[in-house]
């Protein structure tokens, strides 16, 4: 009976592989019977490892794990493959119509040998993929079960723990990688996810030292522009706009596939006073992948120049690629509610929120349902989530954005000493932070009475 049911499930899943794959123009993978050989090795181990993969060599390898399964119906493990390269193509390509392949492979392989560590991981994967932190958490955790020693399971560990706002766990979680002492080709992982968990920590300098190190240890191209891309974050994020462009820019010539390092060129393009280049560096970021998140960034920025109609074509974009999302399986609705509070209804933005937090109380989401009770008027519950939002002391973020949304309201709620003090935080972290807000912020504190020692917004440093 369990062979048949094997048999059953399996045919299921190979039904989901007859459907028409989307269209994709990709650049081909090395060529030369040795090459390849060493590159198919390469990537497949890449990819289980969550290793940064460049596009074209997974849609090879997803070419290649399809017709392994056609041929080997019951090979679990190259069921689990097969999904963690779906998983890992839909995020690279902003595509999350792989999301439903990918769970049917990683079930699947899941079904015909229970419990396989792969496949296990894989499920983490794509939770994270798919912002479902509480089931990446115990994907994740039944992975770490199932190898206790294996280094690969304490990423998606690390990063299910931080969306659900636990940090004690993802720092125990980091400190157990380390000791692991994984090796050279997994160095660079390992050390991308401590640099995010000491940003989250408020320890730049560790972050970036980190991040350097792994961009320095990098095995190839498309990893390397992967930790270039995350040093062109935490470089905007500290108000450089130069240095974020610098980097943002070899990621894009190591791997024109680093989305997030176009839209990042756009950001930092806008910043620096080139707003043409900016508008245009988004386009070809949505062109290429289209994201919701990239649309908004990108709507934002056509409002604050005054390009009305733009903005509102942008928005419809947000909210067309928003649905496509919704549909594959991705919980959206921390995008929804930040949308929904400044563009939309902010009763909708809280009652979403709201719900967010219940199911996944992290830092993101403290934030942006503090700012939606603001925006309904609710300022005295606003401030219980802004201030866990910005308490570092207590799991907050040092953010700038996060900083002028408490200021705000502590500014509706008659507070001017703490409103000041905050927006002043909030400029001396980063005076560019949005093209809407960060004009908003150095007005409201010169209203208050205090000039800021730094550039204008949105002035060329």
Not at 313 to 322: F, I, N, T
């Amino acid at each position: 009976m369990t062979a048949l049911v094997g048999g059953v499930v399996a045919g299921a899943a190979l039904t989901l592989l007859s459907e028409k794959p989307p269209h994709r123009t990709v650049r081909p993978p090395a060529s030369g019977p040795q090459a390849q050989a060493q590159t198919q090795a390469q990537v497949l181990t890449a990819v289980v490892s969550g290793e940064t993969v460049a596009l074209p060599q997974l849609m090879a390898l997803v070419g290649r794990q399809e017709g392994r399964v056609r041929a080997r119906p019951r090979d679990a493990g190259a069921w689990a493959v097969l999904g963690r390269a779906y998983v890992e193509r839909g995020r690279r390509a902003a595509d999350p119509a792989d999301f439903p392949r990918a769970e049917q492979a990683l079930l699947t392989s899941l079904r015909v040998r229970a419990a396989n560590t792969e496949a296990l991981q894989g499920m983490a994967a794509l939770a994270l993929a798919r912002r479902d932190f509480p089931a990446a958490k115990e994907y994740g955790e039944q992975a770490l079960k199932a190898a206790p020693d294996r280094w690969t399971a304490y990423p998606p560990l690390i990063d299910a723990y931080t969306g659900l706002g636990d940090y004690t766990a993802a720092r125990t979680a980091l400190d157990n990688l380390l000791r692991l002492h994984a090796d050279a080709a997994a160095r660079p992982v390992v050390m991308a996810r401590a640099s995010a968990v000491y940003q989250d920590r408020g320890w730049r300098e560790d972050a970036v030292a980190q991040l350097s190190d792994a961009a320095a240890a990098a095995g190839t191209p498309a990893e390397r522009a992967a930790c270039l891309a995350g040093l062109g974050q935490l470089a905007w994020d500290r108000g450089d706009p130069q240095d974020a462009l610098r980097h943002f820019e070899a990621a894009v010539r190591l791997d024109p596939d680093q989305r997030a390092a176009q839209a990042g060129r756009g950001r930092a393009l806008a910043t620096l006073g080139h707003t043409e280049q900016a508008f245009a560096a988004y386009q070809a970021a949505l062109a290429r992948h289209p994201s919701p998140r990239d649309a908004y960034e990108l709507g934002e920025l056509y409002e604050a120049r005054g390009m009305t109609r733009s903005a509102r074509d942008a928005y419809e974009q947000v909210k067309a690629l928003v649905r496509r999302e919704v549909a594959a399986g991705v919980d959206e609705d921390l995008l929804i509610g930040q949308f929904e509070a400044d563009h939309g209804d902010p009763r909708v933005a809280v009652a979403r929120l709201r719900a967010e937090w219940h199911r996944q109380p992290g830092t993101e989401v403290a934030d942006a349902l503090g700012w939606a009770l603001h925006r309904a008027g609710d300022d005295k519950e606003a401030l219980t989530y802004a201030g866990a939002a910005t308490d570092t002391s207590r799991g907050g973020v040092r953010s700038a954005l996060y900083a002028y949304h408490r200021a705000l309201i502590e500014q509706s709620l008659g507070l001017p000493a703490p409103s000041r003090r905050h927006l002043l935080e909030a400029i001396r972290i980063n005076p560019y932070f949005s093209p809407l807000r960060a004009p908003v912020a150095a007005a409201a504190l010169r209203a208050l009475g205090d000039v800021p020692d730094v550039p204008p917004p949105g002035a060329a440093p």
